[in-house]
Structure formats: C-alpha cells, structure tokens
C-alpha cells in the first residue's frame, strides 16, 4: 500500500521534461494520470528513482481535426475522449472504448498517452489503435518520431518508446468515404481489464463490400495486436453474418491467450470470435452513414 | 406488524416504523469515528512482514536492514514472543494457532514478523527491508489429499495420537433410520457440491490501537471487534498464560464505529495481539491497520464446505430421507467462530423447510495450509451452507421427477399447523408459514407467465431460468443448555437507565457494524416504555460501561439482545408501575399503560406520563422503595428463532458468452415482528447482493503451491451497482412465539437463501440440455463450456 | 528523504505541508489535515472508498501523490455541508437509509456530487454506472440509487425507502 521512495520533479515544459529524461535515463519515469503507475508503486512491483510529473507541461491535451486525421494529445484523459461529440460521431471506436476503461474516477485522470506508454496486455487503447492504424508519435530531444500503432507494443509492458521520449500524440488516419467502427470487450465485471477486447474498423467501398478492414485484439497475447488474418478475411467480401463468422474464426486462431483468473485459454480464444462479430456487426451497422457515428 | 397495529406514533417511533437513523449524522458528514481515525499521543504503527510461501521453513529472519530504516523502533519476530509464551494462543473454536511462527510457517501470507515504527511509511519501509530465509516443504491446498495416507502432518503440535491432518468428525441425526430410508427410496438424488471459499470483504480492513498504560497497569484496545467482551476475557487468559501483569479488570477493549463485519471482526487475529504485545514491551499505543491484500489473504475465510448429499423420496417427489457427508477445508487451524459444541455451525439445520423423519449429517473437519477458519460470514454458521444443499437438492428431485419446483416445494413444506416443529436433526422451528411466503413471491413474481415465457423461449433455443429458494435460517444463539463459545455461555444483555428528565440511557451487549442499533434497539424501548426514540441513547462496545454480551454475529443481535431490552424495559415498566400507583394514589391493579403513560382505569384524567413517573423516581419514590429507574436483564433465550423466506430469481444466459444476467429477484422475508421496516429491507438488499457475489463472481481459489489466486479487489470480484439486480423485496410476518417481542433476527437472511435461488435459476435453464449442477461462482467460461460440449451455439 | 512543499485548498481552507513526494493524496487529508471522513478501503484502487474532488472532478485519492496535488483545489466529504446545513445528498443518503456502516458512504456521496454535476438527472442506468467505481458491501445499492434520485429532484414526493406493507399471517399459530 505505501510505495518505495523517489524523488519527484516538475518540468515546465516538454523541452526540461526531455532534457531530465535523457539526465537521469534508466530511473526516471514519467508521471501523467498515475492510474497505471501508481498502483504499481503502491504495490512496490515498481520502483522507479525519480518521478517526472508531466502536469504542468503544455501542448499535450488537444483533440484536433484535419482533413485527414484526428489527433489526440498524449495526455487527453479518458474522459474527455467519451465526452467528445465530434469522436462519438466520427470515431465510435475510441467513444466505445473510453468509456470501458476503468470506471468514473479513474475516466477522470487516466491519460490515452500514460496508458499506451504503459502497454498493460490487456489495456483497452492498444487495440483500438491497432484497428484503426493509428501512429504513436514520440519526441525526444532530438525530434519528433511516428511509430505505427501495429509496431508499438511490442510485448507485455514493452513498448518501441524509448526511455528518453514522450508520447506527445497519436494520430489516427480518418477513413474516406462509408466506414463504422466499434469496441466490444468481455469484462469480468464492470470496470475489470478485458478478459478479451476487440476493436475493429471497417471501411466500405463504392461496391458495399469491405476495402479496408483492421482488428485489433487486446488481452489474448503478450501484447495487443492487429488481427491480420482477421482483416484479410473481410477484405473485398461482403459485410453480413459469413464474413464476420470467418474473421472471427481468423482473429480466434491467431490469439495466443493466457489461462489465468479471467478465463481457461479455450474460452478466451471462443470469446474472441464471438466478441469480433459483434463488434463487426455494430461497425457494419455503423457504417451505413458515411464515417458512421455511434448508435 | 402492519400499519394498523402500529402502537405508537411516529414521533415515538416504536416497533414498526420506519424511524429515520440516529447514527447517520456523523456518517454523512464524514465524522464517523473508525478505528484507523484515531490518533494517540506517541502513537507508533505496527505492520507484519508475511511468508509468501504457503508451507515452509523458516532458516532465519534477518531485521538488521529493517532495524537501520528511519523511524523503525523494533522488529518482534516468534522466537521473542516464544519467551513470553505467546507464539501461539488459543482460537475461539479451542485449537491454537500461532501468533507469530518459530520455525514453520503455514499458509502464504502468514505473519512472520512484526516491524513497530514511527510512522505509517516508515513501517512499511521496515517490512520491505526484514529478510527471511524459508525453505519451502511439501503444500497440502486439497483437503481430500490432505486425509490420505502419506500425507504431510501440517499440526505436529497436536497430541501424539492427533498425528493427521483431520480435525475432528461431527454428526447429527438417526444414520440408521437415514441409511434404511434412502435405501428404501423410489427415486435417490445423490449429488456432490461444491461451495467455495469466500471472503467477507467489508470495506474497512481490521485493526486495532492497543494502549499499554505501564502507570496505570491498564491495557485498552481499541478494536474492530463484534464481540469485545469475549475478547477481553480471551486476551485476560491469554495474558494469564503467558504470566503477564494485565488482568481482566484492567483491561478494557472499545470498539468505535465500524465499517462493517459480517463476521469478519470476530476472530483474534494475530495483528492484534502483536499490537497489544508492541505496546505492552514498549510502553506506547500501537496502532495496526491491514491494507486490503492482507485482508483478503489472510483473515478468516467463510465456507469451503465439499458436501456429498443424498435425498430420497417416492416417486411423487415426497421426500423421505436426507444424508449428507462434507468435508470442511479449514485451513491450517480450526479458527472458526462456532459455538463449541457445534465445529460444523448449525449445519444439520439442512433438512430445510421439509417435513421428513429421517436425516443423518456428518462433517469431518481438515487441515490444509491455507488461513484459518471459517467465520460466520453472514451465513449464520453454516446455515448458507446448509440451505444451498438442500435447495439444490430439492430442485434436482423436481426436475428429475418431471414436478414443477414450486409445486414440488409446497407438497413437501413443513405446514404452519406443524409448529413448533422437531427436526429429524434436532431442531426446534419456533413457527413459519412456508406456503404463504412462497405463494406471495410466486404472485409477486408472475410465476405461471414466466414458465410460459421460459417454454415459448425454450421453442426458440433462447436460455432463461427460474430459480426458487424457500429457506428456513436458524439464528439467535442461543440457548445456555446448548450454546458456549470457549465455554461463555451465548445469553446476551441490555442495561436500561432513565434519567430524572425522562431521558434513557441503554448499553447492550452486542455490536453494531451497520445494522443500525442506535435506532432499532431504541425502537424496542419506545414501543416498550413509550419514550420517543430522539429521547433514548443506545451505547455498546466499551467493555467498562456496556453489559457482558457474546457480540453480533450469526443474526443474533435482535433475538438475543433485543429481548434483554424488551426484558429490562419490563422490569423499569414494572417499577414504574410501582411509580405511577404511589404517585395516582391508586392501587397497581386498577392503573392501566397506553401511549406512554399509566392511568387510572376509568379516569383517564388520572395519568401519570413515563417521563412524570422517571422524574418522580429521583424526587418523590415512595418510602421502602429504592429510588432510580433502571434494570438490567441478560436474556438466555430458550430456544433459536427461525426467519424464512421464499426467493425467485431469473436468469437470462448469453449463449454466446455464457454471461448469466438476473434479470428480476423477488425476495419474500419473514423475520417475525418487524423493528424498523427500512432497516429490514436495507439489510436484505445488501445480503442479497452479497448472495449474488459468490453465486456469479466471488471466490478465492488457491494454486498447487498455496499461492492465493484472488489476493486483491482486481481478482476478488466484489459486485458494483451496475452488477447488482435492482432487488424487490417484501414481507409476510409470522412472530416468534417464544421471542418477546416477536423478532427472529434478519441480517444473514439474504445471504443465506439468495445464492440456491440463483444456482437453480442457470440450472432450470440448462436442464433441458442434460445438466444436473453447477458448482458457485457460476462464471461464464462454466456456462459456456457446459453449452459448447452439449453443442449449443449463440 | 528529501521533502516537497505543497500548498493546495481544501474545503476552501488554504493549506500547505512538507511531504515525502511518495505520499498518497489521502494520507495527506487523513493523517496530516485530520480530514479523516475519506477512507481506505483497498490498495488497488478499485473501491473509492477515497473519492475525493481535485479541481472539480471526483478522483481516487488514494491513487494519486500529494505532491501531484500542489495547487488545487480539493473538496471532501468535511466541506460538502454548509455548516448545519447538510447537501441535498448528504440529507437524501440519510432519508432514503443509502447507508448501513458508513464506511463507503463518504466516497460514495463525493462520487454522485461529481456525477450530478456533470449530468443533473441521470437515468438508473446512469446513475449506476457513475458510481461503478464504488463499492458497497452492506446495502445491495438499491437505496443508494434513491438517494441520488432524491437528490436529483427525480423521486416523486413522499416517496421514502422501500417499506412492504407487511402482513400478518393468520395462519401461524402464537403461543
């Protein structure tokens, strides 16, 4: 309950904050939210030196439109992305799973950055980030980087950042034309991490059948992942019960899930099959409006 | 009582009403005063370094690093409490278990050591800097393993002939009569069931400030308790043993407001000796607060019961006989708060609300290296146990015989002209109307729609189940012929004092941790004595001052206590009788008691007010009679009380994931005379959330090394409201007739009936498919493996 | 162990203490301000049982530094009433009986003042999922959900806690 020391600082703007990254690289950890860090800390399963609270540093809260992106800063609170009217209608997926993360309180100061940083195998962002191939982007003293969502995490609590860095922003391609997307997640009980949790997007073509698909899956591997066998399966067929069946089926045989107190792995791997169908048929549903907004 | 018979009126607020609570100012505006509020001048903090090992040997503990951290005082470890022959103490069911080990520890996340500091961090820092050197040994977690031949002996510290692992054999009932009947049977059930640990999980952990006076010689001990007196008398002996300067008179234990118990608070964990330890060497309060994983690793368990059944019965469905065989997990020692010649609890009340004549029980208790056990987590001693049995059994019979559970139940009820009703077990029912409780949760429910809606569904492959539970609760212990806890006998007590201006004082024995007494239990004297409510203050918990009482647990508050204060209030009636008739100038004979006061029988102008009569007997008592008002009654009830009630649940599966949803719960109670109406129903709704919680989501599994699966509040599935039903509650009043008041007690009801009702519920629905039983928690990976293998499909 | 300085205002008290930079948030109202009405129930933030307000929004105090709270504004249970003058939670978790042991009450009323802030009259759904973060082991919920009704203006008057008319059974016999 009580965590091990530290020292504390509080940079004033991303410029020191980068600068005591690279100083102190190895025991300094960055400090947003705190909802995935400090329990850890409490539990002492963490033990970093230093602490570097990033609350006072500026230009990492925008939710911001361009024609082809949307881009959230890395310290956007889960909160603020369910209560955005602009991504409910726009990009239900994010709307979806904002609101699964946790429960009120921890909505309140838990960051989309802090916890893509933290990349916990069975947190919710990753997968979403994965299905809509978004770009983590990354600055360091040295500039700015973007890695691909789907080469981010790369295993459990590993991600491509490096110590040095930080998640400043992610941006997330904005699909053209008729396109739906969800988030469904099997919980325990309200406010658990996902026994399983699916994030798909489907992009329709003039045709009606799907062009581009992304399935993301968190909680049934080391780290969150795109479905890929999953998304070739739906792309260019129709979207109705058959594809949807076969993707799911896909994303079923490439999880690689766990037995623990979430589930025995059979159940898992069912589960994720069945939580990709309805997911796809919420995005299927979805998409009937260009760029589909929630139900 | 109905709103018609209410006696008194709202601004007394007697039986019956529905009197806002007394206690919730401070609670609302956060100034309740729990244990880790307080704060003593010198205080130091004490916090347990804990084995990670389930079964191991302890090469030695290293404190010089913990002993260099800032603010640490000392570190206490076995081989320090062994000279002063408190390394083991006695539990409250009369085995030992260890305060802190010497050589071996039992159960992953035993006490190994004790870190005193001066500070909250500080203790902790000395916690995570003590070093201890184990040697793991062989783990025994399965009881049956536990009983085989070649089996480790986890007690080697029993008597020389107690070299196994089985702890002691309890029965109950007529085994041959048993044997006979179910041979004779046209149709057996025989099933075996499952009931898994669980923990009580209040929201506030245990803990104590134990406060060493070295001037005074005075120990107080501040504590989450629900039975201080008998804490204090344990810790009197204990310290006897051990050759310690604390004797009973001088040691006081107060409790403060507590955030919850549910049965939690009852055993004497070793952190609180060691608190009482720490002070008493160093001559300073010492403070011990658990965080949550301590609690859920390591305090007292409830149930882990593996329980074989067998029913017979004609091919109608009339039962005639029950046997049952369980096994009790009772981890490494036998801590469980049962009275002594009871080890399994009132388990052999589980022949349920049956009418049959032949029934044999027994139960053999087991040493696993698991912590100790089991409490009365609100399931008033074994009685969840028992009645989830018999309510699954009798729902297996119905469904094997093609009878209609409710159907089925009804033809098999005890009826109400059968009470007082002898049980083949021994039982004494004091009165129930089983059929009428049953048939108003059926009406309330809409049952004959829902089976119609199930069978239409049924057509369509949809999954929806009907689950019903008509349970019969055993509370109030009890009786001295019977009942002792370490040999105190379980009376209870009230002592009432009325003030020269009409104000009343009572001090009772037991214990509230939310259940409400500063209102309910001045109801009791409002209705007695006619003193509004706001008028009356109810005090408990200080040892110094409140009546000796056996404590609140197992549902035992309003039969065992509240008939005390009934009692008292009598005798305070009888003497202000006495009052009323010197001050009326009237013979005792022709006064007669309405609406507070005494008048003369046809002079109703002659009146003399409770409040007149109190004043009076400071002022104006008549010559020969002891001035004062006040009497004290320590009530030995003569038998239990028995609360019933008929639940129906329904349950809706999710083919595709196994989800099980209630989708409605009906919950009939019958706990005699009703106090407080709203207390009533707020205690059912929380038992029965905490009915739903093991049934779909609690339980604390271990793996092959001991290692606790669910340590923690993330693996520990308490139920939040989006979880939990919106519960409809509702009543049918039949009193005890041997209760002073009527009362039977309710707060374990819910717990008890809740979970059968809903287990029946996802096996109606699935029965169809050829399944018999599911063991509780019923997750969704048991649902859908069961679904998957019977090839059902979403 | 070096200390920081935090100056913050609690229930609209200018405060200030020096604390190891590793010290909880509820540890600084509790121990160090005597604000003892928060509570601890858990140690994985799962109970809010520690629900306070940081700048308005309601926060599991135990889950964040004190140091992370220099400069804010914190609101607890102590500063919800208005000296005698109770809030309308406070006063509808005492009539609708939304509390047994009190223990999670607290944290729990601190949760559905943020929640009513941000929506004034939430549906049941809405005000269970808004309090999902806050357990409760004694009163099944139901009356918890009153209260904030109550306090939301959305029960019809003269509506109290539950009460069954509860009937007497002729049937069973007295002796």
Known sequence: MIPAPFDYVRPADLDEALRILTEREGEAKLLAGGYSLIPLLKLRLAQPGLLVDLRDVAGLDGILWTDDSLRIGGRVTHRRIRDDEGIAARMAVFHDAAGLIGDPQVRNRGTIGGSCAHADPSSDWPAVLCATRATIVCRSAAGSRSVAARQFFLGTFQTAIEPTEVLVEIAVPLPKGRAGSAYRKLERRAGDFATVGVAVQLRLGDDGRIAEAGVGLTAVGEAPFAATDAEAALTGAEPGEAAFQAAGEAAAAQSDPADDSHGPADYKRAMVAEMTVRALRAAAERSTTPQGGPQ | ?794 | MSTQHVALTVNGEAREADVEPRFLLVHLLRDVFGLTGTHIGCDTSNCGACTVHVDGESVKSCTMLAVQADGAEIRTIEGMADGAALHPLQQAFWDQHGLQCGFCTPGMIMQAAWLLDQNPTPSEHEIREGISGNLCRCTGYVNIVKAIQQASGQLETGESAPVEAAETIEAAPAS
């Open chain 2, 1 to 794: 009582m109905t709103t018609e018979q209410l006696q008194t009126t709202p601004e007394v607020g007697g039986m019956g009403h529905s009197v806002k609570r007394k206690e919730d100012p401070r609670f609302i505006r956060g100034k309740g005063e729990y244990i880790d509020d307080l704060v003593l001048p010198g205080m130091l903090w004490l916090d347990i370094v804990r084995s990670p090992y389930a079964h191991a040997k302890i090469k030695g503990i290293d404190s010089s690093e913990a002993l260099k951290v800032p603010g640490v005082a000392a570190v206490v470890t076995g081989k320090d409490l062994e000279g002063y022959k408190l390394h083991w103490m006695p539990t409250l069911a009369g085995d030992m278990q260890m305060v802190l080990p010497t050589d071996t520890v039992m159960y992953q996340s035993q006490e190994v050591a004790a870190v005193i500091a001066t500070s909250r961090y500080a203790a902790a820092d000395g916690v995570a800097a003590v070093l201890v050197d184990y040697e793991p040994l062989p783990v025994v977690v399965d009881p049956f393993k536990a009983l085989e031949e070649g089996a480790p002996v986890l007690r080697p510290d029993r008597a020389a002939d107690k070299q196994t692992n089985h702890i002691w054999h309890w029965e109950s009932g007529d085994k041959a009569k048993a044997d006979a009947a179910l041979a004779s049977a046209e149709v057996t059930i025989a099933e075996d069931i499952y009931i898994p640990r669980i923990h009580v999980a209040s929201i506030e952990t245990c803990g104590c400030v134990a406060d060493w006076d070295p001037v005074r010689e005075q120990l107080t001990l501040h504590m989450t308790s629900q039975a201080p007196h008998a804490i204090r008398t344990v810790l009197a002996l204990v310290a006897a043993g051990a050759g310690l300067p604390i004797s009973e008179q001088n040691i006081r234990v107060k409790t403060h407001d507590i955030g919850g118990g549910f049965g939690g608070k009852v055993p004497v964990y070793p952190g609180y000796v060691l608190a009482v330890a720490a002070s008493f060497l160093i001559g300073k309060p010492v403070k011990w607060i658990e965080d949550r994983s301590e609690n859920l690793q390591a305090d007292s368990f409830a149930r882990d019961y593996h329980i074989h059944a067998e029913l017979g019965a004609t091919n109608e469905g009339k039962i005639t006989g029950l046997k049952v065989k369980t096994i009790a997990d009772h981890g490494y020692t036998d801590a469980a708060a049962d009275p002594s010649k009871f080890p399994a609890g009132l388990f052999n009340v589980i022949t349920g609300s049956y009418d049959f004549p032949n029934a044999f029980v027994e139960v053999d208790g087991v040493y696993t290296n698991k912590p100790p056990g089991g409490v009365a987590y609100r399931c008033s001693f074994r009685v969840t146990e028992a009645v989830h049995a018999i309510e699954r059994m009798v729902d297996i019979l119905a469904h094997e015989i093609g009878k209609d559970p409710a159907q089925l139940r009804m033809e098999n009820f005890i009826q109400p002209e059968q009470f007082p009703y002898k049980t083949p077990t021994g039982w004494e029912y004091d009165s129930g109307n089983y059929p009428a409780a049953l048939q108003k949760a059926m009406e309330i429910i809409g049952y004959d729609d829902l089976r119609r809606e199930q069978a239409e569904k049924r057509e369509r492959g949809e999954l929806m189940g009907i689950g019903i539970s008509s349970f019969t609760e055993i509370v109030g212990a009890g009786p001295s012929h019977t009942f002792d806890i370490l040999g105190l006998k379980m009376f209870d007590s009230c002592e009432i004092r009325v003030h020269p201006t009409g104000k009343v004082l009572a001090r009772i024995g037991v214990q509230t941790q939310g259940q409400g007494h500063e209102t309910t239990f001045a109801q009791i004297i409002a209705e007695e004595l006619g003193f509004p409510v706001q008028d009356i203050k109810i005090e408990y918990g200080d040892t110094d001052t409140a009546p000796y009482g056996l404590g609140t647990y197992a549902s035992r508050s309003t039969p065992v206590a509240g008939a005390a204060t009934a009692m008292a209030s009598r005798k305070i009636k009888d003497k202000a009788r006495k009052l009323a008739a010197h001050l009326l100038e009237a013979s005792e004979d022709d006064l007669e008691w309405t609406n507070g006061k005494f008048s003369v029988k046809g002079s109703p102008d002659r009146s003399k007010t409770i409040q007149e009569i109190a004043f009076a007997a400071y002022t104006n008592h008549p010559q020969g009679m002891e001035a004062g008002l006040e009497a004290v009654d320590y009530y030995d009830p003569p038998n239990l009380t028995f609360p019933f009630g008929s639940y129906i649940c329904v349950v809706d599966i999710d083919k595709g994931t196994g989800q099980v949803s209630v989708r409605r719960f009906v919950a009939v109670d019958d706990c005699g005379n009703i106090i407080n109406p709203m207390i009533v129903d707020g205690q059912i709704h929380g038992g029965l959330t905490m009915g739903l919680a093991p049934a779909l989501y609690e339980s604390i599994t271990y793996d092959e090394n001991g290692t606790n699966l669910a340590g923690t509040f993330m693996d520990y599935l308490l139920p939040t409201a989006l979880e939990t039903p919106a519960w409809e509650v509702a009543k049918t009043v039949t009193p005890s007739p041997h209760h002073p008041i009527g009362a039977k007690g309710v707060g374990e009801s819910a717990t008890v009936g809740a979970p059968p009702a809903i287990a029946n519920a996802v096996v109606d629905a699935l029965w169809h498919l050829g399944v018999r039983n599911i063991d509780i928690p019923i997750t969704p990976q048991k649902v859908w493996r069961i679904l998957r293998e019977k090839g059902v499909t979403a």
